[in-house]
């Protein structure tokens, strides 16, 4: 471990900090965990899972979203650990636009078979050609497969706070960020705070904290994996290498992960877009 | 058939070449060039940030002719898209993220570098025009070697002018090397005073102008550099040289700094000039950005393009030019991140330019030939008010039907 006990004891302690002051400002049916399977949201999920143990509260739901392209191995993961800590997982994922690519990545999928929802999507994000590939990480495929089956969740389960397992040092664009972010409502996008308890995390002291408490991971991640995104846009690190024990500092977290949406994102976000 | 670059230069300022009128001495390649070249004393923008200023550029089209999606409408035509399919090899070499392949403005190109996956450093949210350079650089020597002959078509951006303001020590070094400034202070003047548009502290501003002015001299070495290379290969002879910039930036011109919603000349004048393709001198016209990619089309002796709403530059004759510009865009910076219902236009005719806001309503009209600052409203005593008030509101009503 790169970090000293004392300083691991310190970070989860911030983060259980806020947990609290969320439990404190929000009912727990008001509430919501986003979990992918990843090793960020799996440290939150974890954390929040302490602070209900030892405040005797309920954990709040918890939802995923099968982007579709997804790993076998995140996916085991998470049905294991939901059955051993005891919460039922909310599988989430756009049937809709599964059903028009045919259940096939890279397909072809007409504007004109999406149902109504889908289409008005669509027209938010401007995007008025007739057809788009399948694909869960494009422009049109992020949109469709993470962000409006989130907004749907939140809208229907009337989720006032989301947990989200986001750090600061992903990115520089988050620098700026705060443990809790309000999202104004707009068109199809319900009114709601992120929770962010693990902002103050770097990649080195969230697995510090893994090794400290045992804080159970997805196998991928002994494979070289050091950050999950969809399935065929992740690719490993160093082979066979653990992802705690890779160069962390000098090297990049996401060079494994297609970068063009996340590098465009975070540099208009420099330039004063959003 | 000849070769034709396109340059671009990111909120550069017309009034920092020295070809336009500034005697600092920023620009030396860029006046050199000018001095051989058909200079338009009287181009515009077609709106004041880059994303109301490139469909002009690239699309010959207007900012709000397709509702304002984040990527590039599929309705919109680019420049590279025909030539391409009438077999001209096109290729674009920049780094600014609103124009990335990922938001469509790769459409056309045989050759697109966008810099999306190559590192930036933590502060500076593009690669500098050294690496931009780079990359036009070895496809320049590529196409030379294995396609000699074949007609090509390149845009070039480069991103060094915008903000935040920290040019490294040796461009410092260049212009003035009396100022101490470290990488630290200068991204504190940015984001303390120029993010939060604090406009109260003289020096400050002055500052920020300098460490402007600094980048400036430096994409002109990266111009000399994309220059060097074209004379090497021997292309200098066989291409035409475009250059204009997107916009500009403002410091305290009109009350603020930076780039946002406003019109005025600081933001929305191009040093707009063309080297190679006809003979050199000045054009008094007032033309637009939107001029350039039809011009672009007939430099290749290709038929008219329907979608391009611009007219080609080197039409035959000078009184040919049908002069005007015009311009449109919303407000980025409030909180939404880009609010439609507040929307500005201007028109200019002549010395005459009008602006105007309809939320809440605003009309601005100034003579440029006797108030080149744009101080002197004269909107309520001009006998010229109401027609120019005419060209405009078509373009209003259609963006409220929208």
Known sequence: MVHSKQEIEGAVEKSKEVVREAFSKFAVEDMAITWTGGKDSGLALWLIRQVCQEDGQQLPRV??????????????????????????LDWRRNDDVIQAAGEELNAKVLVEDLNDRNKAELKRIEYD??????????????????TVVFNTYLEEKAVKAVFQGLRRDEQAARIQDTYFEHKEAAHLIPDHIRIKPILHFTERLLWDTYELYGIPYCVLYEQGYRSLGAKTTSAIGE????????????TEERAGRRQDKEKMMERLRQLGYM | MRNVILLTLDATRK????????????????????????????????????????????TSSHYLDFGVPKGLSPKRTLVSEPLRNAGIVTAAFHSNPYLCGYL???????????SMNDDVEPRIPYVRGD??????????????????????????????????????????????????????????????????????????????????????????????????????????????????????????????LSHDDKMYSELIDAPLLIYGAGEAGTCEEVVSNADIAPTIIDLFSLPAVDAFQGQNLLAPTRESIESGAFGEAIDQ?????????????FYREGDLKIIHRPEPESWELYNLATDPREIDNIVSSSPEAERMKGRILPRVRRWQAN
Not at chain 1, 74 to 84: A, C, D, L, Q, T
Not at chain 1, 135 to 144: F, I, K, Q
């Open chain 1, 129 to 146: 050609l007739d057809a788009f590939p399948f694909e869960a990480e494009s422009y049109v495929g992020n949109h469709l497969m993470k």
């Open chain 1, 239 to 250: 082979t066979g290498v653990p992802a705690w024990e890779q160069d962390l500092e000098n």
């Open chain 1, 63 to 88: 939802m995923t979203i099968d982007e579709f392209d997804t790993f076998n191995e995140i996916h085991s993961f998470m049905e294991k650990y939901s059955e051993e800590w005891g919460f039922d």
């Open chain 2, 333 to 345: 910076r409030s909180e939404k991140g880009g609010d439609p219902a507040r929307d500005i236009y």
């Open chain 2, 131 to 256: 690496q931009v350079n780079r990359k036009a650089i070895e496809w320049l020597t590529a196409h030379h070697r294995e396609r000699a002959g074949k007609p090509f078509f390149m845009w070039l951006h480069y991103m060094d002018v915008h903000e935040p303001y920290m040019p490294e020590r040796r461009w410092i070094d260049l212009v003035d090397p009396s100022i101490e400034i470290s990488q630290d202070e200068m991204y504190t003047l940015f984001t303390d005073v120029l993010l939060k548009r604090d406009v109260s502290i003289a020096e400050n501003i002055m500052l920020l102008r300098k460490l402007y002015d600094i980048h400036v001299r430096e994409v002109d070495a990266y111009f000399s550099e994309l220059m060097d290379c074209l004379d090497k290969l021997a292309l200098l002879a066989e291409t035409t040289i475009i250059v204009t910039n997107d916009h500009g930036d403002e410091f305290t011109e009109h009350g603020g």
């Open chain 2, 15 to 58: 009034d920092a070449f020295g070809y336009c009128g500034s005697s600092k001495g920023l620009t030396p390649t860029f006046d050199d060039l000018a001095s051989s070249s058909l200079v338009f004393t009287k181009a515009h923008t077609t709106g004041p940030y880059t994303q109301a200023s490139f469909p002009g550029l690239l």
């Open chain 2, 104 to 114: 469509g403005w790769n459409r056309g190109w045989d050759t697109f570098y966008d």
